[in-house]
């Protein structure tokens, strides 16, 4: 119920009413006799109604207005006396919210003002909520979920859970691969499904199905994307075919309230208790401390070429993740721990007055804790290091950076083992690794191998030392 008003009903048949005797007189039309058009937006606002105003006693259908309408439109002062007679229309400002056009406590019309608000599209496509009442129902949703011990997890679809393409774009290695007659069977116990009517195959990410049935137990989860409501929708029906972990919880591109962001506004769960799996970090500029990166996930050739990579495709070589080590797998590990820090690591601290984004950080702080890097040549010449991504990045994950060497420094971190801090890393038995190494250690929230991470051109100067050393003897 999104108003504890029992006379929310009433109200709205009331100003309903006034409208449908405004119009029972219009020309060519005679009274009491709505049109064909007039009869389906009635039963059209009677569902919505009933969808709102679910267990009201008082509820009646609005075909009986029109039925009790005299032939002629009477003054307004006698409209309003006479529809209104046993209803009590409070006075609301602010207003809670709107349904239909209607604030849903006294049936004020929201034309006649500007109201601010936000409409929750994704849970109805007439629902508006003022401030006031987001904030009572946030309020209430944290209350409920952490009495069940669970937070609120935010998903994005493309790159994060799937992977899609258009028909058109797949490669001739793929269609040689017969990958697009694969897809056609729509298995559902499978991962790769052909998206009818939208020219579009998606590729499920290994582990996605195990993810959510266990991510299911700890928290409130919603889908998120930049993609059109109809893709999401179709999206959701493959990752939850029972409809058990989403219900309506489906954000799309139209419920953005800021272009090319998205926000926590749409989401009817404080900031305190919401983490966020993305695979791209600006989209999220007022909420990066809720966020957990994730490793794109690149299936199909197209997908590649998209973001720069020349190499084969997963789809080409006949390849995938690994389900028992690959990027959901990892992340669900990383998901309990927060999980776990958040509800038992609290002893003392009311739940109420807990924020789950502290624990992230301190989390995040930990991977490469007691590291002291160096960087040499990563980034340009003519920019400050401290403001790069990777700078930061380093930062992030407890590192402590710095720009020359020094006896306390463990890693120097380079593209050529050509430089001077490269051949003083070497010298003094350092780790020397590329940059790719930081990236990795961010995705999977635990220190890489360093072995791992090799610097081009470090077997070619070890040699050159070696002859050098055989020279001087």
């Known amino acids: 119920s999104l108003s504890e008003d029992d006379d929310f009903a009433d109200i709205l048949d009331a100003e309903l009413e006034l409208a449908s005797a405004a119009d029972s007189a219009s020309p060519g039309e005679p009274p009491g006799s709505p049109s064909d058009e007039e009869e389906e937006e009635e039963e059209d606002l009677v569902v919505e109604l009933d969808a709102v105003g679910q267990g009201s006693n008082k509820r009646r259908r609005l075909e009986e ?41 006294c049936g004020k019309s929201q034309d006649e003002e500007d109201v601010p608000g936000i409409a929750f599209g994704y849970i109805h496509k007439v629902l508006r909520l003022g ?59 499978g991962s790769l499904f052909t998206l009818q009517g939208m020219h579009m195959l998606t590729k499920l990410r ?57 926000g926590l506004d749409v989401v009817l769960g404080a900031d305190s208790v919401a983490v966020i799996l993305d ?14 990166l994730m490793e794109r996930y690149h299936y199909f050739a197209a997908s590649c070429r998209q973001f720069g990579f020349s190499n084969q495709s997963l789809s080409e070589m006949m390849q995938d993740e690994r389900e028992s080590d690959g990027a959901l797998a990892t992340i669900l590990n990383v998901l309990k721990r927060i999980h776990t820090i958040f509800f038992d ?76 801090k490269a051949r003083w890393a070497v010298k003094h038995k350092k780790f020397l690794l590329h940059p790719r190494w930081i990236e990795a250690c961010n995705y999977r929230w635990h220190r890489q191998p360093e072995e791992d991470f090799p610097v081009p051109g470090l077997k070619e100067d070890k040699g050159k030392e070696k002859v050098a050393e055989i020279a001087h003897l």
């Open 345 to 420: 690591s609290g002893v003392g601290t009311a739940l109420s007055s807990r924020d789950v984004r502290p624990v992230i950080k301190r989390m995040r702080q930990e991977v490469l804790q007691g590291c002291k890097l160096v960087f040499s040549r990563v980034f340009p010449s003519d920019c400050r290091p401290q403001h790069q991504i990777m700078w930061k990045m380093a930062e992030q994950l407890g590192a402590v950076c710095c720009s020359e060497v020094d006896p306390s420094v463990t890693h120097v971190v380079a593209v050529h083992a050509g430089t001077e």
């Open 279 to 292: 695979d791209t970090e600006y989209v999220w500029q007022k909420h990066k401390e809720n966020l957990i």
């Open 65 to 105: 207005h029109h039925q009790d309408q005299g032939t002629a439109t009477r003054p307004e002062e006698d409209a309003i006396a006479g529809s209104v007679k046993d209803a009590q229309i409070k006075i609301c400002p602010p207003h809670p919210g709107f349904f239909g056009g209607l604030c849903f406590r």
């Open 131 to 189: 401030t006031s009442e987001m904030d009572r129902l946030r309020g209430s949703e944290v209350k409920n979920l952490l009495r069940e011990r669970k937070l609120v997890l935010i998903l994005d679809l493309d790159h994060t859970l799937i992977n899609s393409t258009r028909l058109h774009d797949i490669s001739s290695a793929e269609m040689d691969l017969g990958i697009q007659s694969a897809a056609s069977k729509n298995d559902p116990d």
């Open 206 to 262: 290994p582990f996605v199905r195990k993810f959510l049935e266990e991510a299911s137990s700890m928290f409130e989860m919603y889908i998120y994307t930049m993609g059109d409501k109809a893709y999401a929708v179709e999206i959701a029906k493959l990752l939850d075919p029972g409809n058990v972990y989403f219900d309506s919880k489906v954000i799309s591109n139209a419920d953005c309230t800021q272009r090319h962001q998205k």
